[in-house]
């Protein structure tokens, strides 16, 4: 099982639409973990970081399930502005060096 | 505030050449990176820095030098280019590093290298 898995995509939904993405974690030690928003051929971005509890940020809304190991993002009514890659950030224990991104996950909002 | 600054923003080599990355931050961050990314892979770690003066490996180390002599530049070097080193390189910063609570990463604007 790799480190980090997301599915690329692309996912195509249109205007208004819900949708989600996952990202699954092989270890279950890990404690810290973020989303990023990579617009293309541009730097990632923090979107949101992702705390146990669950959090919001307007639209957006993270999710961590650590019984099955895996992070969501929930995006509501999409909006053209939101089409980019989201990358899943995990930090699992033994230092810097072992922080894993994922490959992201590319979202097309369509009119 | 800049941020995180990279130069060159593009780049062409010839197998075989040299060349080096500066990146700099003006956020005074302890800690910084350089990545790479490739189409279908995450970004992977090169080298990074945890404060002035100190560098080390990272999961993709080979063929790439660094070095840190001032807190807010990081330094990517490129000894002898190969055309596995084609890439987008990215640099970041963060304050620091602990896995609760996180630290964000705040990562330049990227370098594009091609090497021929």
């Known amino acids: 099982r790799k480190e980090v898995e997301q599915d690329p995509g692309p996912f195509n939904v249109p205007e208004g639409a819900t949708v989600a993405f996952n990202c699954t974690y092989s270890?279950?030690?890990?404690?810290?973990f973020f989303w990023y928003r990579q617009d293309c051929r541009k730097e990632p971005k923090l979107l949101m970081s992702v705390y146990s509890s669950g959090n919001e940020d307007g639209r957006f809304t993270a999710q961590l399930n650590r019984a099955s190991q895996y992070i969501s993002l929930l995006i509501r009514d999409s909006k053209l502005s939101d089409s980019a890659t989201y990358l899943c950030v995990v930090n699992p224990p033994g230092g810097y060096q072992k922080v894993t991104f994922g490959i992201g996950t590319k979202l097309q909002v369509i009119p | 505030n800049a941020g995180v600054t990279q130069t060159p923003k593009f780049r062409v080599l010839k197998t075989g050449q040299s060349m080096t990355l500066l990146c700099a931050q003006d956020m005074n961050h302890e800690y910084m990176y350089w990545y790479r990314q490739d189409p279908g892979m995450g970004l992977r770690l090169i080298h990074y820095?945890?404060?002035?003066?100190?560098?080390a490996k990272g999961e993709v180390p080979d063929g790439y030098n660094v070095s840190r002599l001032k807190k807010q530049n990081f330094l990517l070097g490129l000894e002898s280019a190969a055309p596995s080193q084609t890439s987008v390189y990215f640099c970041?910063?963060?304050?620091?590093?602990?896995?609760?609570?996180?630290?964000?990463?705040?990562f330049g604007p990227g370098t594009r290298l091609t090497v021929t």
């Open positions: 270890n279950s030690a890990s404690q810290s």
């Open positions: 820095s945890v404060g002035e003066g100190t560098t």
């Open positions: 970041a910063s963060s304050y620091s590093w602990t896995q609760v609570p996180p630290y964000e990463q705040y």
